[in-house]
């Protein structure tokens, strides 16, 4: 094929932050005021581009953390040796501005008629996407059978937890703890394998849809399983945060 | 560590004007048939490559030179676009 | 539209001390060293890896890794310039000298191109080289070089940006005819000098 040179064409707009709230010790979710935002679909993200008074920028991706018809928010972890996430998980306060582009990404989207039974697996913030997903399977009311298995260090760690807790019915959430485990804890222990999946995954038969989140060599390790239990790769979706 | 195409869906919207992580990327070495998002990205170079999850063969090369990118598609026998869902 | 100043956030701060002529233009220092790859971290066993010299293909000359353990190496400080606005200053290596390889191949082209695993390239004048400005590291900070910095051994050319110091180096293919590399081709500069801020064709 032949290459091609363009100008770009999607826009930036200024997003003045609205309100900001920690999930854990070194997570926030930040409410954003985005004018003329177009809706999206659950499990797309948005670029953030942040600008220092010397001109210097940096972008970054985060999910969109909210369903759609709600405000816009994102949910950060902070990475200590990291340049934009200290920031906005520390420094930033309501009022502040930045540049926001998106919504952005159809393929690790869920719409109900996208249909299940639906297999989320999260590794630490990349619970992110997938509780847009849940939220939004929520909202429509869909009957379509969902399942989140959530990996996380401990108990602390958990993103949401006051609202994953109240899931039930046809949205269960079920969490594993890889470091540490409160006394008399009744969920999974330890990294997601094969024994935990075949308690967890709906089988092959069934044409489940997953999506797996989180930071590469996690998504990866859990890819591969659900491959070795049959999934087709095509009903198996990804997003990498990067990391480990 | 690489990441997938979700990564750059932002630079693939602002230079096709479509969403191009649910496009479908056919390599031109091992023939393997994948959307976008699923393929391999390595971010942090002085450009973006884009390699085939199946053979790491370079598939894509987006490269920003002086405020205008430049996109190499020669590592693909096809890309092609599904129709916008909404 | 001008972006907006978003309040409090400025780039990770730099060394303490990173002086200003140290720095080429458009460059920042950093204490970290990023990890900069265009595909997947190779892994050959150092049983079967080898370094060779090539002329049309063919190997001039071959050294398994006790071979290129064996000769004289250096160690050396220098400052290294990433295209993507970086600087690391005072960077410690551990090689052979390009210089002691060709020497014992004898050689009359003009032009290099350096290959590596995973199927990298970068070109090079053949001064730039043969002149004691460049090795073939495998020590970096008194430690083998890591696998994801370009571990077993890369090419080390302080002198230019650092994507002509390949990672995963294999050897060099001595060129009669100037023939750009990866990056070379999708409109990097084909010599890239950070002093002159060589980073696009044509700069
Ligand atoms: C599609 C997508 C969605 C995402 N969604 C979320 C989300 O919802 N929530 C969330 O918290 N994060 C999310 N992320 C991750 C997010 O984009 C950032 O990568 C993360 O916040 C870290 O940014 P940082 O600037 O703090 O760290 P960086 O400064 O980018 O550093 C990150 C790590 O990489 C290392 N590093 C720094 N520079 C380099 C370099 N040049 N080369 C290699 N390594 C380097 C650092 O040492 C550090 O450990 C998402 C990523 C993607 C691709
Ligand atoms: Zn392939």
């Known amino acids: 094929m032949a290459g091609t040179a363009l100008r770009g064409r999607l826009t930036w707009r200024v997003a003045t932050v609205a309100t900001v709230a920690d999930e854990t010790d070194h997570v926030r979710t930040i409410t954003l005021d985005l004018p003329d935002w177009p809706g999206h679909h659950a499990g797309q993200h948005l670029d953030v581009r942040l600008t220092a008074e010397d001109g210097y920028s940096a972008e970054r991706s985060y999910s969109i953390a909210s369903a759609d018809g709600e405000a816009v928010a994102i949910t950060v972890e902070r990475l200590d040796d990291g340049e934009v996430s200290p920031y906005l998980t520390q420094e930033l306060r309501p009022g502040d501005q930045m540049e926001a582009r998106g919504p952005i990404g159809n393929w690790f989207t869920w719409e109900p008629h996208d249909g299940g039974p639906l297999l989320l697996i999260a590794g630490g913030s990349g619970v992110v996407p997938l509780r847009a997903i849940l939220r939004h399977h929520q909202r429509t009311g869909s009957n379509v059978p969902a399942r989140l298995l959530y990996s996380a260090r401990s108990l602390e760690d958990v993103i949401y937890r006051r609202e994953l807790d109240q899931y039930g019915g046809s949205a269960e959430v079920r969490y594993t703890l890889t470091r540490r485990q409160p006394p008399g804890w009744g969920g999974f222990s330890g990294r997601i394998d094969d024994a935990m999946l075949a308690r967890i995954a709906w089988p092959a038969s069934q044409s489940p849809l997953a999506f797996i989140c989180g930071p590469t060599p996690f998504v990866e390790a859990v890819a591969e399983l659900l491959v070795a239990r049959h999934y087709p790769t095509r009903r198996v979706k990804t997003e990498r945060f990067g990391g480990a | ?86 | 539209m001008t972006s907006p100043v978003s309040r409090g956030f400025h780039r990770r701060r730099g060394p303490a001390g990173a002086e200003a002529g140290k720095l080429p233009p458009g460059q920042h220092a950093t204490t970290d060293f990023p990890v900069l790859s265009a595909g997947p971290t190779p892994h050959v066993p150092l049983t079967e890896w080898t370094f060779s010299i090539r002329r049309g293909g063919q190997a001039l000359r071959s050294w398994t890794w006790p071979e290129i353990q064996g000769l004289p190496a250096e160690t050396v400080t220098v400052d290294i310039h990433c295209v993507t606005r970086w600087s690391k200053l005072g960077t410690v290596w551990r090689g052979v000298p390009v210089r002691t390889l060709l020497d014992q191949v004898g050689y009359d082209a003009p032009h290099v191109l350096a290959f590596s695993d995973g199927g990298y390239t970068t070109n090079l004048p053949i001064g730039d080289v043969s002149d004691g400005r460049a090795w073939l590291a495998f020590d970096y900070d008194g430690q083998p070089l890591a696998p994801e910095h370009g571990g077993p051994a890369r090419l080390l050319v302080p002198h230019l940006y650092f994507w002509k110091s390949a990672k995963w180096v294999r050897g060099l293919e001595l060129l009669d005819r100037d023939q750009p590399g990866f990056w070379e081709n999708y409109g990097y500069n084909n010599y890239g000098d950070p002093w002159r801020e060589q980073r696009y064709a044509g700069d």
Do not use: H, W
């Not at chain 2, 490559?49 to 053979?55: A, P």
């Not at chain 2, 405020?67 to 092609?80: I, Q």
């Open chain 2, 1 to 86: 560590m690489a990441l997938d195409g979700n990564a750059i869906g932002g630079m693939l919207l602002e230079i096709f004007a479509t969403d191009m992580t649910s496009a479908e990327a056919t390599c031109a070495r091992c023939g393997a048939v994948r959307p976008v998002a699923e393929e391999l990205v390595y971010l942090r170079g002085p450009g973006t490559v884009v390699r085939c999850r199946r053979c790491t063969s370079v598939l894509m090369v987006i490269s920003r030179v002086r405020g205008l990118n430049c996109v190499d598609l020669s590592g693909m026998e096809a890309l092609e676009v599904k129709a916008a869902s909404d």
